[in-house]
């Protein structure tokens, strides 16, 4: 089980910390770094896919106190990322001003999940069981290349970290607001 792809979750090494404000909206992705000399941009899926953010015309770049909704110009795909040309980002420079922007979809049009699959938005705030005991809720998600780990904070405002996958996690519930941790050593 992987929130957001499998693919993704092995190549973000960034800790997601946030939530979304409008829950049918989703960070499909963020921007790495500018490409090239014509003010061209990276930009990382998290699902792994890019074909949802190249059926796009336009993309909105969300940065701390601000969005903004760009016309995309053109894009491809090179080195394993989406190179995208935003209208009147014209310079290396420009673009480098949106390093580590996120890319924010409509749910409807975000990557398609599959069986036991999750968005990052959907887990965050999700209460924490072991059987039928609440332990506390997921405030954080962090991918470090091996493992994804959430991290629990309980009522008494301890952290834990919990691996995201089968050895730990039995049924997560989204529409019920919890997620079941099978093995409760985890969270001692």
Do not use: W
Not at 35 to 45: A, D, L, P, T
């Amino acid at each position: 089980m992987y929130p957001y792809g499998e693919e993704g979750c092995a190549r973000n090494p960034r800790l997601i910390d946030r939530e979304l404000e409008v829950k049918d909206e989703l960070v499909a992705g963020f921007i790495r770094t500018s490409f090239g000399v014509k003010g061209e941009v990276r930009i990382e899926s998290y699902s792994g896919e890019y074909e949802h953010l190249f059926r796009r015309k336009k993309l909105v770049v969300r940065m701390p106190g601000k969005s903004v909704e760009y016309e995309i110009v053109s894009n491809r795909m090179a080195h394993g990322h989406a190179i995208v040309k935003l209208l009147g980002i014209d310079t290396p420079e420009a673009a480098k001003v949106l390093r580590g922007a996120e890319i924010v979809v409509p749910r409807d049009d975000a990557s398609a999940l599959k069986n036991d699959e999750y968005y990052y938005a959907d887990l965050m705030g999700l209460q924490v069981r072991t059987g039928s005991e609440s332990r506390g809720t997921i405030t954080a998600i962090l991918e470090n290349g091996s493992a994804l780990l959430l991290e629990v904070t309980g009522q008494d405002e301890t952290k834990h970290l919990v691996p995201f996958g089968s050895a730990f996690i039995g049924t997560v519930d989204i529409d019920s607001g919890y997620l079941e941790v099978v093995n409760p050593e985890v969270l001692e």
